[in-house]
Structure formats: structure tokens, C-alpha cells
Nanobody
Framework: QVQLVESGGGLVQTGGSLGLSCAAS????????MGWYRQALGKQRDLVAT???????NYADSVKGRFTISRDNAKNTVYLQMNSLNPEDTAVYYC?????????????????WGQGTQVTVSS
């Protein structure tokens, strides 16, 4: 099992910055993808950004140039620095870890989620 514990988030004014972090613990493969999704009230959960254990990154178009995802493999921790925030960024942000575990020569995909942290941007 894998546990994800998020921290950060809160309330910020338009144009401000916030940082999120997420620490993973448990049975973690050295080859994994960590990332962030967000879910605004009444909407579906959408990708924000992901980063592989080899530091390849992927961003949603809506956050490119404003958000930066990074990770510390030694600490199994992923970070999200959010700049130039606007009210459309208001959502619950969820940390995720995805990994493939090989068992008896067969791959099994596992996805884990954090409990979510609220980010609110006031206008």
C-alpha cells in the first residue's frame, strides 16, 4: 500500500502564489509517476501536472507557464508551485502516484490518491 499526505493550500488573492507538497510512503516503486489533479465544485477531476521519476513533466494547458511541478525522489515527495493564481484555479487539489508492479512476469497498474487540499483564490 501507498499513503499520500498533502500539505499546503489555503486562501490567496488573485495574482498570488501558493505551494503544495505531497509525501508518499509505503511500497513505492522507483519507477513511478506523481502528480496533481484538481476538482472544482460541481466539475470533474482534471489533470494539473505530472512528473515521472526521471523528471519528465506534463502540464495542463491552463496552467502552463504559471505552475511548476517538481519532485525529490529521495523523499518520495512531489511539489507544485502555483503562481499568478486566478479564481478559476479554485479547487480541491489531489496528489496522485501511479506505478506498475510486476508480479509473476505480469504488470499491474496501481493508482493512489491523497485526501485533497483546498485552494481558494479570491478576486
Amino acid at each position: 500500500q501507498v499513503q499520500l499526505v498533502e500539505s499546503g493550500g489555503g486562501l490567496v488573492q488573485t495574482g498570488g502564489s501558493l505551494g503544495l507538497s505531497c509525501a508518499a510512503s509505503g511500497s513505492i516503486s522507483s519507477d513511478n509517476v506523481m502528480g496533481w489533479y484538481r476538482q472544482a465544485l460541481g466539475k470533474q477531476r482534471d489533470l494539473v501536472a505530472t512528473i515521472t521519476s526521471r523528471f519528465y513533466t506534463n502540464y495542463a494547458d491552463s496552467v502552463k507557464g504559471r505552475f511548476t511541478i517538481s519532485r525529490d525522489n529521495a523523499k518520495n515527495t512531489v511539489y507544485l508551485q502555483m503562481n499568478s493564481l486566478n479564481p478559476e484555479d479554485t479547487a480541491v487539489y489531489y496528489c496522485t502516484l501511479q506505478q506498475t508492479i510486476w508480479t509473476e512476469s505480469r504488470p499491474y497498474e496501481y493508482s493512489y490518491w491523497g485526501q485533497g487540499t483546498q485552494v481558494t483564490v479570491s478576486s
